[in-house]
């Protein structure tokens, strides 16, 4: 997924010249996503990320181990495969020493549809400005992070995955780390979107939603 399906429908709530380079992601998409990998927290939208997680070798200080083993961790981007990333991983190692085997992968899944023609985003864009009417605009985003989304994949390819919690800078260390938690607010903001999801999608026609894509 291009930086322009997530920035684009911002383009607006942009001051000048930022809202000139949204709303013209076609020529500026490149400039953008390098500003994004600058920071860990936006650099995984752009690109695989790598975390080398475990790593095993010798057992006493003063003897040269056989041989070592790690484990890396990817969050692979939406425009790679398992089989573009283990040929980036070969061909940047270069050794044939070196055995490179993949314990449990899969493609990232296909990207859902996003139009206001289709009934889940309808259904969201709805319930998001419901629970949270301070939203200026709503856009499509990457989950950075793996869930069970996969196993429906034989149901359907509109598959959202979205968290209704609103997630400060001083949150984000937290993540799989220390005191990982939310505030009792972003629990209640959980309930209350969950319950207005299901009561929006029990209608026979889901609201018209307005979406306007701004080009400066």
């Known amino acids: ?17 930022l809202n000139i380079i949204m709303a013209n992601l076609w020529l500026f ?14 650099n995984a939208l752009v690109r695989t990320t790598t975390a080398i997680t475990m790593f095993h070798a010798g ?3 003063n003897v040269i181990p056989p ?8 969050r692979i981007h939406p425009s790679q495969t398992v089989a573009e990333v283990l040929e980036i991983v070969d061909k940047t190692i ?12 899969f493609d990232p899944l296909p990207v859902s549809p996003w139009d206001n023609q289709t009934f889940g985003p309808r259904v969201f864009h709805q319930t998001i400005l419901d629970v949270f009417p301070d939203v200026g605009s709503v856009a499509p985003g ?6 069970d989304s996969r196993h429906f994949t034989n149901l359907t390819h509109a598959i959202y995955r979205f ?7 001083d949150d984000m260390p937290r993540f799989h780390g220390l005191n ?9 903001k959980q309930v209350e979107f969950l319950f207005q999801l299901i009561q929006n999608c029990d209608i026979d026609l889901s609201p018209e939603v307005h979406m306007n894509f701004h080009e400066l």
Do not use: W, Y
């Open 1 to 17: 997924m291009c930086v322009c399906f997530l920035l684009s429908p911002h383009a607006v709530q942009f001051s000048f010249p």
């Open 29 to 42: 998409a490149p400039l953008v996503s390098r500003v994004l990998e600058q920071t860990p927290s936006t």
């Open 59 to 61: 057992v006493k200080s």
């Open 67 to 74: 041989s070592a083993n790690a484990t890396v961790n990817f």
């Open 94 to 105: 270069d050794d044939k020493r070196v055995k490179i085997e993949a314990t449990s992968a």
């Open 142 to 147: 990457i989950c950075i992070g793996n869930t």
């Open 163 to 169: 968290n209704p919690v609103v997630f400060k800078p």
């Open 180 to 188: 990982e938690r939310i505030s009792v607010e972003n629990f209640e």
